[in-house]
């Protein structure tokens, strides 16, 4: 049973540019979050997908955009970056509460897409 | 979200018992508290959870305190494997589909051979 997957592992983007990050959720979830980690930092809550909708989100900027497939896949759009956009991006999937699966459903996290901005 | 306390670094010997501290004086009566783990060059990963009881898994215990405003993740007996940053958490729920987590610092633990 495969995990949540990312996609791709790392890259490189100049300042300005547009960048799309993307999830499989593990086998049976149908909630995706997504994390920037910057070095040496916890994970920062960007957004949460449900349903194909954007629940929740944290306090990032407009330029963090997503999307969530009918698949339960996900996209994660960062238009005009900053050199402080460098940083690891985490995707976490999960059941959705309230759904019968009953409240606390562990995230499982992938390994992450390091994104570096020069 | 209410906060949490962890040192920032710990040391423990291989094969001995390791009981990593968590602060959270401003916790609700609703607040779950949630143990993640990020191994080096990986995403973090899910230890336990907890509401008021003690709990037990395969992988960590998890004591929390009678009043609720610390709790204790104890690893049994560490191995080389359990050298991560732990995080203790606690959970905030806002409606339909997933609870966001909101990560601190961690505590590093380290684990000598």
């Known amino acids: 049973d495969a995990g949540v997957t990312q996609s791709p592992t790392h890259l490189i983007k100049t300042r300005g540019q547009q960048v799309t990050l993307r999830c499989s959720p593990k086998s049976g979830h149908d909630t995706v979050s997504w994390y920037q980690q910057a070095l040496g930092q916890g994970p920062q809550f960007i957004f949460q997908?449900?349903?194909?909708?954007?629940?929740q989100r944290g306090n990032f900027p407009d330029r963090f955009s997503g999307h969530q497939f009918p698949n339960y896949s996900s996209e994660l759009n960062v238009n005009a970056l900053l050199l402080g956009d460098s940083a690891l991006y985490l995707c976490?999937?999960?059941?959705?509460?309230?759904?019968?699966?009953?409240?606390?459903?562990?995230?499982?996290f992938g390994d992450g897409t390091r994104l570096s901005i020069l | 979200d209410a906060k949490t306390t962890q040192p920032n670094s710990m040391e423990s010997n291989e094969e001995e018992p390791v009981h990593l501290p968590c602060n959270h004086s401003t916790i609700s009566g609703t607040d779950y508290i949630h143990w993640y783990r990020q191994l080096p060059s990986q995403g973090p990963e899910y230890v336990i959870h907890?509401?008021?009881s003690n709990v037990n898994n395969r992988m960590a215990s998890l004591a929390i305190a009678e009043d609720r405003k610390s709790s204790t993740l104890i690893l049994h007996r560490a191995t080389l494997r359990d050298a991560a940053v732990y995080y203790c958490?606690?959970?905030?729920?806002?409606?339909?589909?997933?609870?966001?987590?909101?990560f601190g610092k961690g505590t590093k633990l380290s684990v000598i051979p």
């Open positions: 907890g509401l008021t």
């Open positions: 997908y449900y349903e194909e909708e954007e629940r």
């Open positions: 958490i606690l959970r905030a729920y806002s409606g339909a589909g997933s609870y966001q987590l909101t």
């Open positions: 976490a999937s999960s059941r959705g509460e309230g759904q019968g699966y009953g409240f606390n459903q562990p995230q499982h």
